[in-house]
């Protein structure tokens, strides 16, 4: 692509005369394992929900928000604290976000009361809130051209394998910290990992001189918090009746962030640093649509991980050790498929989505088959090569769709950019672990606890989603073939003679 001068030393090319950080992949892999706590957290506890609720006397739905609570102060976060390391310094915000994340682990795990676990799962989930879009925006500002695409694949490898293996690593926990407290482990766990990555970031991460600073948009601030707060908190109870007493919160929500989008375009057009620039979905190349194809992949993606749980689970009896290990395969092959995909990725673009999500649809929809029809003895023997397939297509999804969504976002507005991108996958995420249970439970009912096709059906409804991102990345593939290598005719904010300053 074609660029001015600004452009080149917006994204800090080489051409700046600046040479990359000698230490920036010793680097990423701070902020890799820190990611991978931070997300490994919203699915690892609910493996111990029952024995915390036990050891605490809590009623089912205060132990709820132990999950709940973390997974909705995680969202509402990550566009404000994105914004915030872009103007203040994302080097500042990760290390105080990790250290705070460290101190709310110790607090929950220690938690006398049921009260105080969910007071400290609600601040350790704004502190993950507040680490996440750091993590992208650090890839973007230390990395350049292929080394880029290999970071990000790394980085996508961390977020689909922290999601896939949240119930294995939470059942080995209970499994190895055996007694009625074993369950504070999965919080204590914490603590010596992300006090070493301290550590190692204050000692790693690059000082690089932060953004210029504005005033914060606390207008949009408030506009998206209450947005987003409106249509999680009837997702997060689902389990509770959440999404049929407060329906009403989802028009609500929609209109909020209606109001949202208006504020933001009034302020861009004012030469003001909005929450979120406006500029990114309509002349960043490929950032609505990889922000669209997130949030509908991560609505199947993560939902049908809690299906298999409760099929594995109740329908065949496992433990919540051998129920995540049946699942293994698929992050086995993400795991692999996203460091491939991140050398690839320059390559093929978005055909490489494209094809990674037809591999995930052919995974998934054999593995609903051979649930449904398999013998239960060799039924998660059978279904293992299934679900690795699946896997190596997610591999090639997660990764490449954040490299080619933030690309051409400038390193100045990268972490808003990425914390947009992660708010996205978790609303969808949240849609995603609140229906496809409940209608797996409506299977179930209707057809007198017949798991198979309860189990079947669900993982078939979770391939709608899926199939949705697929016509998503067709759309996006065919509309920019002709624009995929270097065009003088694309555009993206840099390159915008009213982008915002800083």
Not at 14 to 39: E, I, N, Y
Not at 182 to 198: M, T
Not at 372 to 387: E, F, I, K
Not at 458 to 486: E, G, K, Q
């Amino acid at each position: 692509m074609v660029r001015d001068t600004r452009a080149r030393t917006d994204a800090g090319a080489d051409g700046q005369g600046r040479t990359p950080d000698p230490r920036r992949w010793k680097a990423l892999w701070v902020t890799l394992a820190t990611g991978f706590m931070s997300l490994l957290d919203v699915t690892i506890v609910a493996v111990a929900l029952p024995s915390m609720q036990r050891d605490l006397g809590a009623s089912p739905s205060a132990v709820q928000w132990v999950v709940s609570g973390y997974a909705l102060t995680f969202a509402l976060v990550l566009v404000p604290a994105g914004r915030l390391g872009d103007a203040m310094g994302r080097r500042r915000i990760f290390l105080c976000a990790l250290a705070a994340f460290v101190l709310c682990s110790a607090g929950a795990g220690a938690a006398p009361t049921v009260t105080w676990l969910v007071v400290a799962r609600l601040a350790q989930g704004a502190c993950a809130g507040c680490l996440a879009p750091q993590n992208s925006a650090l890839i973007q500002q230390m990395f350049r051209g292929a080394e880029r695409g290999r970071a990000f694949g790394l980085f996508g490898a961390t977020v689909g394998v922290s999601s896939a293996v949240g119930p294995v690593t939470g059942g080995l926990i209970l499994a190895l910290a055996q007694g009625n407290q074993g369950w504070r482990w999965i919080f204590y766990v914490n603590v010596p990992v992300g006090a070493v990555a301290l550590l190692l970031g204050i000692r790693l991460l690059p000082r690089l001189a932060p953004g210029r600073r504005e005033p914060l948009d606390l207008p949009g601030v408030a506009l998206l918090g209450a947005g987003v707060l409106s249509l999680m908190l009837p997702l997060v109870f689902a389990d509770t009746g959440g999404v049929r007493r407060m329906w009403w919160l989802f028009p609500v929500g929609a209109a909020l962030l209606l109001c949202f989008a208006r504020w933001e375009r009034r302020v861009a057009d004012r030469d003001r640093q909005p929450l979120l620039d406006p500029r990114l979905l309509t002349c960043t190349r490929g950032y609505a649509a990889g922000a669209s194809l997130g949030a509908l992949y991560f609505v199947g993606f993560s939902g049908v991980w809690l299906v298999f749980a409760l099929f594995f689970q109740n329908g065949l009896g496992y433990t919540p050790l051998r129920s995540g290990l049946a699942v293994t395969p698929f992050a086995i092959g993400s795991a692999a498929a996203a460091v491939v995909a991140g050398r690839l990725v320059e390559r093929l673009g978005r055909l490489l989505t494209v094809c990674g999500l037809v591999t995930v649809v052919a995974g998934l929809g054999a593995t609903a088959l051979i649930l449904w029809t398999a013998p239960p003895d060799v039924m998660a023997w059978l279904a293992a090569p299934a679900l690795f397939v699946g896997g190596l297509g997610s591999g090639c999804v997660i990764s490449p769709n954040v490299t080619m969504t933030l690309r051409d976002v400038p390193v100045r507005m990268a972490g808003a950019a990425g914390g947009a991108l992660q708010t996205g996958q978790r609303l969808g995420g949240a849609v995603g672990t609140a229906a496809l249970p409940g209608f797996f439970y409506m299977v179930l009912a209707a057809t007198g606890k017949d798991y198979r096709t309860a189990v079947a059906l669900a993982v078939a409804s979770a391939l709608v989603a899926l199939l949705a991102s697929l016509a998503v990345a067709l759309h996006d593939w065919h509309h920019n073939r002709p624009t995929d290598s270097d065009h003088p005719t694309s555009h993206s904010p840099r390159e915008q003679p009213s982008a915002p300053r800083g």
